[in-house]
């Protein structure tokens, strides 16, 4: 429930310049940044690439942006990491973020274009904030508000931080959502009254960042976690699990076992006395097949 779903794509798409150019979503149709970078396209007149069936990561989505002579681009910074390093000429800009940045990917894939940072939960309709073009060897900054938006970084006590001091991250606007569908509770806990506007609201981020001049992201300030950019809450996967009744514990972790390629494990305790038969209604079936799904979107 969003209240101003296209705020800032005209101007975003004037910033980037990407009139007459080919602009291609390196994210899964059913995340928002997918709906954010056609409204862009749309918006500046470019043209749409639309990759298809082939999967978004690694030599796949390598082959989508050499084969479609893709100008333009927009990839979750561990998508992006997987992609190998190869001469992509036509390549001219790329957005990125979703996640932190894998070490050495701004050296890898800055030099000879422009890449920028781009910060924002779906809450805020895809996009916050956007950095400046990076350069090699620089930490990516949270950079400034798209139109329509204010940053603030506040304490504990919603105080501003001082500069350079770490905070938690709160976004408000035209493109702040209303709430949660069916969620009161979390959305009280979440959407609270901004100290700094008339009855205006504020989002809490749950993302810990460094305030100006710094403007840097640092971590997660709550149990979330973001793998390939969806953003996922352990601890309600932990419930899940348990639900089952040959489950007695569960805790469920994110495992790099290669770099750039994050993964969710869950490790479970089973009850003492559990059968080892499986039930017809056991909702391990179903597990199974929601991991199939989601490992076929990303």
């Known amino acids: 429930m969003h209240q101003d779903p296209l705020h800032g794509d005209d101007d975003f798409a004037r910033a980037c310049s990407i009139s007459r150019y080919r602009i291609a979503s390196g994210a899964s149709p059913n995340f928002d940044v997918w709906t954010g970078d056609l409204c862009i396209a749309i918006a500046a007149g470019a043209t749409v690439v639309v990759p298809g069936t082939d999967k978004l990561r690694g030599e796949d989505l390598l082959l989508v942006l050499d084969r479609e002579k893709v100008t333009h681009v927009s990839v979750?910074?561990?998508v992006l990491a997987t992609v190998p390093a190869r001469d992509l000429p036509e390549l001219?800009?790329?957005l990125v973020g979703g996640d932190a940045y894998p070490v050495g990917l701004v050296d890898e894939w800055a030099p000879g274009r422009r890449m920028f940072n781009v910060h924002g939960p779906t809450e805020s309709t895809v996009a916050a904030t956007v950095s400046a073009p990076l350069t090699p060897g620089e930490v990516p900054p949270i950079g400034t508000p798209v139109p329509g938006t204010r940053v603030f970084?506040?304490?504990a006590d919603l105080r501003p931080v001082a500069p350079g001091v770490a905070g938690e991250l709160y976004l408000s606007g035209a493109g702040l959502a209303r709430g949660y569908l069916n969620g009161p509770g979390l959305t009280a806990e979440r959407f609270i009254a901004c100290p700094f506007g008339t009855g205006e609201r504020m989002y809490r981020t749950g993302d810990s960042s460094a305030g100006a001049p710094t403007d840097k992201f640092l971590s997660r300030a709550d149990e979330q976690v973001e793998i390939r950019g969806f953003r996922i809450e352990p601890?309600?996967?932990e419930s899940v699990l348990t639900s089952?009744?040959?489950?007695?514990?569960?805790?469920?972790?994110v495992r790099k076992d290669q770099p750039g390629d994050k993964r969710l494990v869950a490790y479970v305790i089973p009850e003492r006395n559990a059968s080892t038969e499986q039930d017809s209604h056991d909702p391990v079936d179903e597990w199974q097949q929601c991991s199939m799904v989601a490992e076929r979107a990303s």
């Open 76 to 78: 979750p910074a561990p």
């Open 92 to 94: 001219r800009t790329l």
């Open 153 to 155: 970084v506040l304490d």
């Open 235 to 237: 601890g309600e996967i």
């Open 244 to 253: 089952h009744p040959g489950v007695t514990r569960a805790v469920v972790l």
